[in-house]
T-cell receptor, first 113, second 115 residues
Framework: QQQVRQSPQSLTVWEGETAILNCSYE??????FPWYQQFPGEGPALLIS?????NKKEDGRFTIFFNKREKKLSLHIADSQPGDSATYFC????????????FGHGTILRVHP | EAAVTQSPRSKVAVTGGKVTLSCHQT?????MYWYRQDTGHGLRLIHY???????EKGDIPDGYKASRPSQENFSLILELASLSQTAVYFC??????????????FGEGSKLTVL
């Protein structure tokens, strides 16, 4: 059972465009939603995260929009740069303070110059 | 300077053989994790630990054992490696317990090929 789903599997945008990556979840107990960015040959690294008490979180060009009622969230990458080309994982956990995350399958983003 | 280091970075093993993947962290974190990454499957939690000398099962523990001899070190053991265990394995540490969410800090991964 896939508790965290991501779409699309891959996305290609031109430099300067806004990339939109989608995520949905099933477990109502999930309260914490981080996005991890992974470059080839490297481990994932935290990009931005949101708690379910908020509906929006911004950090520079990266914004998370969160809809608790629909159990959906999205990551918007504004003014996409070729250096943003990577795999993006949506993850989720409850406020159990264990750091145990359930990951989605990832979205591969390619930004063409 | 990497805070989470894994060894080996790459290994080829034979079916039925024993494999040990090692992880060392200098983050002073209590929590450590082993995740497995397969193409198209994201990352799945195998084992984790929140204190030395204790380990917990994750979502896919079958076929794997874990050992946490100290706060800094966490090993993943495949007693009888199988073809289906070919994957990239990531170790991570977390500040869970010190924060209310727990950011994961990953190592660079260990690519295991079982033939």
């Amino acid at each position: 059972q896939q508790q965290v789903r991501q779409s699309p599997q891959s996305l290609t945008v031109w430099e300067g465009e806004t990339a939109i990556l989608n995520c949905s979840y099933e477990n109502s107990a999930f309260d914490y939603f981080p996005w991890y960015q992974q470059f080839p040959g490297e481990g994932p690294a935290l990009l931005i995260s949101i708690l379910s008490v908020s509906n929006k979180k911004e950090d520079g060009r990266f914004t998370i929009f969160f809809n608790k009622r629909e159990k959906k969230l999205s990551l918007h990458i504004a003014d996409s740069q070729p250096g943003d080309s990577a795999t993006y994982f949506c993850a989720a956990s409850g406020w159990a303070n264990t750091g145990k995350l359930t990951f989605g399958h990832g979205t591969i983003l390619r930004v063409h110059p | 300077e990497a805070a989470v280091t894994q060894s080996p970075r790459s290994k080829v093993a034979v079916t039925g053989g024993k494999v040990t993947l090692s992880c060392h962290q200098t983050n002073n974190h209590d929590y450590m994790y082993w995740y497995r990454q397969d193409t198209g499957h994201g990352l799945r939690l195998i084992h984790y630990s929140y204190v030395a000398d204790s380990t917990e099962k994750g979502d896919i523990p079958d076929g794997y054992k874990a050992s946490r001899p100290s706060q800094e070190n966490f090993s993943l053991i495949l007693e009888l490696a199988s073809l289906s265990q070919t994957a990239v394995y990531f170790c991570a540490s977390s500040d869970a317990g010190q924060t209310n969410t727990g950011q994961l800090y990953f190592g660079e991964g260990s690519k295991l090929t079982v033939l």
